[in-house]
C-alpha cells in the first residue's frame, strides 16, 4: 500500500509561485505513476500534471503547459509540484495520486493524498 501526504500550499498573489511536496511511503512507490490533480469548488477534479515511473516521462494539462513542472525525487521518495506565473483560475485543492497507468481517469489513480490548499488572488 502507498501513502501520500502533500504539503506546500498557500496563498500567494497572482503571477508568484508556490512549490507543492508529495511524501510517499510504500514499498511499491517506485512502480507507480505520479500525477497531481486538483479540484476547485464546484467543479471536477481535473488532472494537473503525471510522471511515469522509470523513463519519466511528463504529460501536463493544457491550462498549466509551459508554467507547472512536475518532478520526482525516487531517493526521497518525494513528488514536487512547481507552480509558477499562478493565475486566480489555479485556485483549487491540489491532490497527489499513485496509479498504475498514467491517466487523467482519475479512476486509475489508487491512492490519493489529502489534498492541500493553494489560493492565488
Known amino acids: 500500500e502507498v501513502q501520500l501526504v502533500e504539503s506546500g500550499g498557500g496563498s500567494v498573489q497572482a503571477g508568484g509561485s508556490l512549490r507543492l511536496s508529495c511524501a510517499a511511503s510504500?514499498?511499491?512507490?517506485?512502480?507507480?505513476?505520479k500525477g497531481w490533480f486538483r479540484q476547485a469548488p464546484g467543479k471536477e477534479r481535473e488532472g494537473v500534471a503525471a510522471?511515469?515511473?522509470?523513463?519519466?516521462?511528463?504529460w501536463y494539462g493544457d491550462s498549466v503547459k509551459g508554467r507547472f513542472t512536475i518532478s520526482r525525487d525516487d531517493n526521497q521518495r518525494t513528488i514536487y509540484l512547481q507552480m509558477n506565473s499562478l493565475k486566480p483560475e489555479d485556485t483549487a485543492m491540489y491532490y497527489c495520486?499513485?496509479?498504475?497507468?498514467?491517466?487523467?481517469?482519475?479512476?486509475?489513480?489508487?491512492?490519493w493524498g489529502q489534498g492541500t490548499q493553494v489560493t492565488v488572488s
Open positions: 495520486a499513485a496509479g498504475s497507468i498514467c491517466s487523467w481517469d482519475t479512476s486509475e489513480y489508487n491512492y
Open positions: 510504500g514499498y511499491t512507490y517506485s512502480s507507480y505513476c
Open positions: 510522471i511515469s515511473p522509470g523513463t519519466g516521462r511528463r
